[in-house]
């Protein structure tokens, strides 16, 4: 049996409590996994002045593969999210969030299986601003007036979003790669092209191009991003695959999530060409750190992805299968599942007791 050296990353918040929830279920799996345990959060500020260590970075660099929990980002305190500094240190190009139905969620849809695989380094999230006021803004303002460009408020604040060749095709390559290894059969571009005519519109241009080299392989299809919201709520067995810019990309893989459930059972993944990080989508819920009430199976669908891609498929279906029938069943599961379908927290149970039913089901 091959041992997994795995860098985990419980984070702070709810982090601790729904990453120890999911080694044991791994555990109790069989999967034979040496954890390396490595710290992120705000609680390190204090102490080390960054709440990424560098000791953090090398651990993942090392083992290629890690899973973390959340990790709070404090609204306004000069530090960047972590999670968008690990994405840009180990250029982990993709987002990778499926979205489908479990029983027993109490979710408005049934019968979805979506994948939205999402661009994680460009777009409005490259980072690129101009503060209000600021000397840059001013100049960069003169500068669309002086060249024809157009005309901003001089009031403006200002938000790049570079779209490039290389980061569109790489990522629809990788979405179209994923659509065939996984036995999907389409694939949907989303796009604001019509307005965006040099950033989306160079997004469709690659997205096409990339999409003709598929031809008879796979469905290859394009959206405009307002219709395919609509489109995805009101028919969204039209949809397979989803590949979008990094923005469309964070508002979509939310509203799927919606659909499914909400962010309790989200799961998602960071990958790049050399490294791999899969975490849940939702935060670090600070309001119910250490009360033992959140529902670690986001975390624990990360980890099923993450099998997957260590190639223990076995141990992956059989706690996918373990999580549907403790769901299912509706009697040991945490306050979120429980008031989605009763509208009450009423007979719910905790973190270890939801995992430890959904162990005595492995
Ligand atoms: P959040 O932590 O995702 O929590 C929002 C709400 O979602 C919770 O109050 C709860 O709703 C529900 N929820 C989230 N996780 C849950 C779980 N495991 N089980 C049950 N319910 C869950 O979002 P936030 O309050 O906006 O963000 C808190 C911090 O997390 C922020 O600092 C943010 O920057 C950070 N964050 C980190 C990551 C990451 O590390 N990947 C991602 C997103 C946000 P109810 O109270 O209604 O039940």
Redesign the pocket.
């Known amino acids: 049996m091959t041992t997994h050296r795995i860098t985990l990353i419980p984070?702070d918040?709810?982090g601790p409590e729904?990453t120890t929830a999911m080694q044991s279920v791994l555990e109790a799996a069989g999967v034979d996994i040496s954890w390396e345990k490595a710290e992120a959060g705000a609680h390190l500020m204090e102490r080390l002045g960054t709440p990424l260590p560098e000791a953090t970075i090398d651990s993942i660099r090392a083992n290629k593969v890690a899973i973390k929990g959340?990790?709070?980002?404090?609204v306004g305190s000069g530090f960047r999210?972590v999670?968008v500094q690990l994405r840009k240190e180990l250029d982990l190009f993709v987002n990778l969030r499926p979205a489908f139905s479990l029983p027993g969620t109490g979710a408005r849809y049934e019968d979805i299986d979506l994948v939205i695989v999402r661009e994680n380094t460009e777009d409005l999230y490259a980072g690129i601003e101009f503060e209000e006021g600021s000397l840059e803004a001013a100049g960069l303002i003169a500068y669309c007036e002086e060249s024809g460009a157009g005309r901003i408020r001089p009031d403006s604040g200002i938000s790049l979003k570079p779209i490039s060749v290389t980061g569109s095709r790489r990522i629809v390559s990788w979405a179209c790669e994923y659509a065939l290894a996984n036995g999907r059969t389409k694939v949907t571009a989303v796009h604001k092209a019509n307005i965006l005519k040099y950033s989306d519109g160079l997004f469709l241009r690659v997205a096409r191009e990339v999409g003709e080299g598929y031809a008879g392989r796979l469905q290859f299809e394009d959206r405009i991003v307002d219709a395919c919201c609509m489109g995805l709520v009101m028919r969204p067995e039209e949809f397979d695959v989803l590949v979008l810019p990094n923005l469309y990309g964070d508002i979509i893989s939310d509203l799927c999530a919606g659909m499914v459930g909400g962010?309790?059972i989200a799961p998602g993944a960071n990958i790049g060409e050399e490294y791999a990080v899969f975490?849940p989508v939702?935060?670090?819920?600070?309001?119910y750190a250490g009360k033992n009430v959140?529902?670690p199976t986001?975390e624990l669908l990360s980890a099923v992805l993450m099998l997957r891609h260590l190639g223990e498929a076995e141990a992956a279906d059989r706690i996918l299968t373990a999580i549907r029938q403790v769901l299912n069943e509706g009697t040991a599961v945490?306050y979120?599942i429980r008031r989605a379908n009763t509208g009450s927290t009423d007979g719910s149970v905790g973190t270890t007791e939801y995992s430890n039913a959904v162990i005595a089901h492995l």
């Open positions: 984070g918040g709810i729904i959340p990790v709070t980002t404090p999210s999670n962010l309790g975490e939702h935060g670090s819920a600070p309001k959140a529902n986001a945490t979120d």
